[in-house]
């Protein structure tokens, strides 16, 4: 099942990413794919990690910039689902499952 994201939040030092569980009728166990790249198509991901059953994770605070973010949940049989979540280009088009967010020189996080 489809599932949202959550706005990043700062805590010490920190930058935690969280989001909703998703489901499988057919098995209790879900992969979540989390990926963060300073380009939206994710050809230059700075970190990624692969977590069972965990919604959240936490990595280091990022340098002042634009990045990307996304999670995808597989199944134990490989089937994917992206989030409701996404990303509106300067085209006009939508890029599910990433979400936007810059990082202001004074540590704030700003998302589109």
Known sequence: MPFHMDSPKVQNKKLDFAW?????????????DFAVSTDWEFKNIITQVSLKNETQTQIDKLEPGTYFWRVIAKNAAGNSQVSYSYYEDANSVNHYSVKYLYITPDGQILEK
Do not use: H, M, Q
């Open 20 to 32: 909703d569980a998703s489901y499988d009728f057919s098995g209790p166990d879900i992969t979540y």
